[in-house]
């Protein structure tokens, strides 16, 4: 029998990504975020980044300078609510999948 693992690079250490970036993205797709900020603020130093002639630091201080200013004010016991779904079905999904999480 084969075991399945699920790896989480938190910090970005293998891909190029982090977190914060994937959790911004996923604000702007459920609108808890108004999609505008993205073209307004983050997008130019995006795209820079992802064609590698912007720097990833730039990219990254720009975005959780928004991140932080956009979840001011925010409603806690409405991200409570959606966090603890949103994490269930992660564990559902991965569960059905024979993955083991730890």
Known sequence: MKTKAAFFDID????RNSLMIEHFQKLITFELID????YTKVKKVYLE???RYGDFEEYLEI?????LDELKGF?????K???????????TKSKKMGLILS
Request: aromatic share 22%; glycine share 10%; with cysteine.
């Open 63 to 67: 975005l959780a300078g928004v991140y």
């Open 12 to 15: 970005g250490t293998i891909f």
């Open 75 to 79: 409603d806690k016991s409405y991200c």
């Open 49 to 51: 980044w992802e064609k």
């Open 81 to 91: 609510t959606f966090n603890g779904t949103y994490s269930e079905n992660i564990t």
């Open 35 to 38: 999609p505008e900020v993205w």
